[in-house]
């Protein structure tokens, strides 16, 4: 005990008990006057809003996407997974997206888009109730 006393010099929080659980366990305070603990409640479902709420599109993206609603976001999955497994992107210039048979029926016939341009092309297709 000596040696760790030079070693430590005196501090009495390095050199006190491991704590409770070494020196027999002792109830919380609240537990001990009989106060139970705050229930914790399940999380509420998520509402889809915004971007996310699908909402009724035109034909020609019902026929790209296979459904009657689609949400916004799940749109430009939709496209992105197409342009990534068809491999559309032009390897020379990144932003760039070479339209194939498929999406030039959403983008308007046009043989390139731009991949910032997406969203733009694609609000067209969303029906306003």
């Known amino acids: 005990m000596a040696a760790v006393a030079r070693v430590f010099r005196g501090c009495r929080f390095l050199m006190s008990p491991a704590g409770p659980a070494a020196a027999g366990a002792k109830k919380p305070v609240a537990a001990a006057a009989g106060v139970q603990a705050a229930k914790v409640e399940a999380p509420k479902p998520k509402v889809n809003s915004g971007i996310t709420k699908p909402v009724p599109v035109s034909d020609a993206l019902r026929r790209f996407a296979g459904a009657d609603h689609v949400s916004r976001a799940g749109a430009v999955k939709l496209v992105w997974a197409h ?9 020379a210039k990144k932003t760039e997206i070479n339209c194939d048979e498929k999406l030039k029926t959403i983008f308007g016939e046009r043989d390139k888009i731009g991949m910032l341009e997406i969203s733009k092309l694609l609000n067209p297709h969303f029906i306003k109730n």
């Not at 342009?83 to 390897?91: D, E, H, R, V, W």
């Open 83 to 91: 342009i990534k497994a068809k491999g559309l992107q032009n390897p």
